[in-house]
């Protein structure tokens, strides 16, 4: 063979043997690539641990979430453990239903509805925040034994239903609670525990029901006032446990001039419908629930605000509540911390919503108000702040139920004193 022909092979031998070292080296390679055994069950372990975390933390969260209710009836029951205040129409002066006048009259000729303060709670519904929480019955019983005769609630539509909930959200279509409560279970336990002397101490008192609907659906607006009929009118028939006020209706705002005496546990509903009123004048489907409202919470004859909506007013801001009705709310927020009250409190403001969720020092000082007048839950509004006062006329210190001829004598005493 020619030295050509041998070097020739020779190259090729070279090129195979120089292939198959790098297929070697690439093997070599990859498999320093590949994790050893070592470290595949480091990596299993690693993962079974998140896996694991991540489902405790799934879990806890869970349990929370399902437990928030029952430690939110447990921390009101702590809070409202006892019956609190005393009836506006004492035992003493029991007067019957269908009486508009007794032998026994409250102070003067002045004590019309809008003249007075009224204990009140927000969102009664609700044990804790308003969002990721829940409504319960416990809430609105806490709230009734607590002496509170101005109920505030938010009434969405669910499945044409009328259910109680609570939002952060201004919106018909967001409710942010857990879940809901049929609107008939609500008034079911109204009339059960409001007007029942060993759930309150103030069952003769008048009792307002505030409802912020949130729902345009005509057949859930024409079942709440159905629900009503059902259990605050046809139910109040014939009984002498309560009764509802038909008599006077939003159109010309008259309930705001009842005197008190004639009050005497009744049902006085207010709706306000979001985003307009005007629902109801325009759906004659809805006729059986306007003849129930005696309010609409924003109409000529009352106001509802929030409490940032009221900072900063100035006294004119007195003859609006002198002559109208006005309910100031909380702020819209998750938050259950109470605002100072003066401040609604200094204007007249007869409905004042306080967040009974939270007893912190704000709720208190509110109770104590109620409670240093005599421990009722309507409380006459100051001289300055009310209207249709007789000229002469002398206020008589805390709200009381007396004999008339008493009142007179105190008055008499009052105006004789010199100076």
């Not at 003249?115 to 009734?144: M, P, Q, R, T």
Request: charged letters at 20%; hydrophobic letters at 35%.
């Amino acid at each position: 063979m020619s030295e050509s022909g041998k070097s020739g092979e020779s190259g090729e031998s070279d090129e195979s043997e120089n292939k198959g070292t790098e297929k070697m080296d690439m093997f070599k390679q990859f498999k320093n690539f590949m994790p050893k055994d070592s470290d595949i069950s480091s990596y299993l372990y690693i993962t079974i641990g998140i896996v694991t975390v991540l489902f405790l933390i799934l879990f806890g969260w869970i349990y929370d979430r399902l437990d928030l209710e029952q430690r939110t009836c447990t921390k009101l029951e702590k809070y409202y453990s006892s019956t609190v205040g005393k009836s506006y129409f004492t035992s003493v002066n029991t007067v019957t239903l269908g009486k508009t006048t007794s032998g026994n009259e409250f102070d003067v000729s002045n004590c019309i509805l809008r003249n007075y303060y009224v204990k009140s709670a927000y969102n009664c519904c609700c044990g804790d925040g308003y969002k990721n929480n829940f409504v319960n019955l416990c809430a609105l019983e806490k709230c009734i034994l607590n002496g509170c005769r101005f109920l505030d609630f938010e009434i969405y539509s669910y499945n044409n239903k009328p259910i109680v909930a609570s939002s952060t959200a201004n919106n018909n279509f967001i409710k942010e609670t857990y879940n809901s409560l049929d609107l008939e279970e609500v008034f079911t336990t109204i009339t059960s525990k409001a007007f029942n002397a060993v759930d309150t101490n103030c069952h003769r008192d008048p009792l307002i029901l505030n409802f912020r609907i949130m729902s345009t659906n005509i057949s859930t607006l024409e079942k709440i006032g159905s629900l009503i009929e059902t259990h605050f009118d046809i139910a109040s028939s014939g009984g002498d446990n309560f009764r509802l006020m038909k008599q006077h209706t939003y159109i010309n705002g008259t309930i705001l001039d009842v005197k008190m005496k004639d009050l005497y546990k009744t049902i006085i509903i207010i709706c306000d419908f979001y985003p307009s009123n005007s629902i109801l004048e325009t759906n004659s489907a809805l006729d059986k629930l306007k003849s129930y409202i005696s309010l609409k919470g924003k109409s000529e004859f009352c106001k509802t605000y929030r409490y940032n909506q009221i900072l900063g007013r100035t006294t004119q801001f007195i003859d609006e509540t002198k002559r109208n009705y006005v309910i100031v709310l909380p702020n819209l927020t998750n938050s259950i911390i109470n605002n100072e009250f003066a401040t609604p409190y200094g204007y007249g403001c007869q409905a004042i919503c306080m967040k009974y969720q939270n007893y912190d020092e704000n709720l208190q000082a509110y109770n104590s108000t109620f409670l240093d007048s005599g421990n009722y839950s309507w409380k006459l509004k100051p001289l300055h702040l009310i209207t249709n006062v007789l000229a002469g006329f002398v206020v008589v210190p805390f709200t009381t139920h007396r004999p008339l001829a008493n009142v007179r004598a105190e008055i008499q005493s009052l105006l004789s004193r010199p100076g």
